[in-house]
Protein backbone atom coordinates (compact mmCIF):
# COMPACT_ATOMS: atom_id res chain seq x y z
CA UNK A 1 0.00 0.00 0.00
CA UNK A 2 1.31 3.43 -0.75
CA UNK A 3 0.77 6.01 1.45
CA UNK A 4 2.28 8.94 3.11
CA UNK A 5 2.10 9.84 6.74
CA UNK A 6 2.62 12.96 8.76
CA UNK A 7 3.63 13.29 12.03
CA UNK A 8 5.06 15.69 14.69
CA UNK A 9 2.29 18.21 14.48
CA UNK A 10 0.53 19.55 17.95
CA UNK A 11 0.53 22.92 20.38
CA UNK A 12 2.86 25.39 20.60
CA UNK A 13 3.21 28.62 22.12
CA UNK A 14 4.00 31.74 19.07
CA UNK A 15 7.65 32.17 18.78
CA UNK A 16 8.12 28.20 19.23
CA UNK A 17 9.04 25.52 16.95
CA UNK A 18 7.82 22.00 15.82
CA UNK A 19 9.17 19.50 13.05
CA UNK A 20 6.82 17.54 10.76
CA UNK A 21 8.06 14.40 8.73
CA UNK A 22 6.50 13.03 6.03
CA UNK A 23 7.58 9.28 6.06
CA UNK A 24 6.41 7.31 2.68
CA UNK A 25 5.84 3.09 2.78
CA UNK A 26 4.83 1.10 0.05
CA UNK A 27 7.29 3.36 -2.37
CA UNK A 28 10.88 5.32 -2.31
CA UNK A 29 10.54 8.95 -2.21
CA UNK A 30 14.31 8.96 -4.52
CA UNK A 31 12.32 9.89 -7.32
CA UNK A 32 9.92 12.20 -6.22
CA UNK A 33 9.32 16.15 -5.08
CA UNK A 34 7.88 16.40 -1.48
CA UNK A 35 5.15 19.60 -1.32
CA UNK A 36 4.30 20.56 1.88
CA UNK A 37 0.58 22.37 2.29
CA UNK A 38 -1.36 23.70 4.66
CA UNK A 39 -5.41 24.68 5.06
CA UNK A 40 -6.42 26.31 7.74
CA UNK A 41 -9.91 26.35 8.66
CA UNK A 42 -12.78 28.52 6.69
CA UNK A 43 -9.73 28.72 4.31
CA UNK A 44 -8.15 27.04 1.16
CA UNK A 45 -5.45 24.80 0.77
CA UNK A 46 -2.19 26.51 0.34
CA UNK A 47 1.55 25.71 -0.69
CA UNK A 48 3.54 26.25 2.11
CA UNK A 49 7.08 24.29 0.61
CA UNK A 50 8.38 21.96 -1.73
CA UNK A 51 12.14 19.94 -1.86
CA UNK A 52 12.60 18.53 -5.24
CA UNK A 53 13.89 14.88 -5.87
CA UNK A 54 17.25 15.57 -5.83
CA UNK A 55 17.06 18.37 -3.04
CA UNK A 56 18.85 20.77 -5.14
CA UNK A 57 15.91 22.76 -5.00
CA UNK A 58 13.91 24.19 -2.29
CA UNK A 59 11.22 26.37 -2.53
CA UNK A 60 9.19 28.69 0.04
CA UNK A 61 5.93 30.18 0.11
CA UNK A 62 6.57 34.24 1.03
CA UNK A 63 4.65 33.53 4.25
CA UNK A 64 6.87 31.41 5.84
CA UNK A 65 10.29 31.83 4.37
CA UNK A 66 13.04 32.88 6.95
CA UNK A 67 11.23 30.83 9.69
CA UNK A 68 10.47 27.50 7.60
CA UNK A 69 13.21 25.04 6.37
CA UNK A 70 12.38 21.53 4.31
CA UNK A 71 14.96 18.89 3.98
CA UNK A 72 14.60 15.10 3.07
CA UNK A 73 16.89 11.90 4.49
CA UNK A 74 16.57 9.40 1.37
CA UNK A 75 18.30 6.79 3.35
CA UNK A 76 14.85 6.91 5.89
CA UNK A 77 12.42 7.58 2.98
CA UNK A 78 11.48 10.85 5.14
CA UNK A 79 11.01 14.90 4.08
CA UNK A 80 11.17 17.09 6.99
CA UNK A 81 9.45 20.60 7.63
CA UNK A 82 11.89 22.56 10.47
CA UNK A 83 9.10 25.25 11.52
CA UNK A 84 10.56 28.50 13.43
CA UNK A 85 9.40 30.99 15.20
CA UNK A 86 5.50 30.16 14.91
CA UNK A 87 2.78 32.60 14.62
CA UNK A 88 -1.06 31.52 15.37
CA UNK A 89 -1.25 32.22 11.41
CA UNK A 90 0.23 29.05 11.14
CA UNK A 91 -2.35 27.40 12.94
CA UNK A 92 -3.87 24.73 10.70
CA UNK A 93 -3.63 21.02 8.96
CA UNK A 94 -0.63 20.43 7.51
CA UNK A 95 -0.11 17.96 4.17
CA UNK A 96 3.01 16.40 2.77
CA UNK A 97 2.00 15.58 -0.92
CA UNK A 98 4.29 13.93 -3.80
CA UNK A 99 4.76 14.08 -7.49
CA UNK A 100 7.85 12.99 -9.53
CA UNK A 101 11.01 14.99 -9.38
CA UNK A 102 10.18 18.66 -9.66
CA UNK A 103 8.30 20.90 -7.52
CA UNK A 104 4.91 22.39 -7.79
CA UNK A 105 2.53 24.90 -5.77
CA UNK A 106 -0.56 22.61 -7.68
CA UNK A 107 -1.95 20.44 -5.64
CA UNK A 108 -3.53 18.03 -8.51
CA UNK A 109 -0.35 17.78 -10.19
CA UNK A 110 0.28 15.58 -7.03
CA UNK A 111 0.07 11.55 -6.66
CA UNK A 112 0.15 10.93 -3.34
CA UNK A 113 -1.37 12.19 -0.10
CA UNK A 114 -1.08 12.32 3.77
CA UNK A 115 -3.74 12.22 5.71
CA UNK A 116 -2.56 15.75 7.74
CA UNK A 117 -1.13 16.45 11.22
CA UNK A 118 -2.70 19.36 13.22
CA UNK A 119 -0.62 22.07 14.06
CA UNK A 120 -2.36 25.04 16.20
CA UNK A 121 -0.16 27.72 17.83
CA UNK A 122 -1.61 29.48 20.34
CA UNK A 123 -0.87 31.11 23.96
Not at 18 to 42: E, H, K, M, N, V
Not at 45 to 57: A, D, H, K, L, M
Not at 104 to 118: A, N, P, V
Amino acid sequence: QLQLVESGGGLVQPGGSLRLSCAASGFTLDYYAIGWFRQAPGKEREGVSCISSSGSSTKYADSVKGRFTISRDNAKNTVYLQMNTLKPEDTAIYYCAARPRVCSWFGLEYYYWGRGSQVTVSS
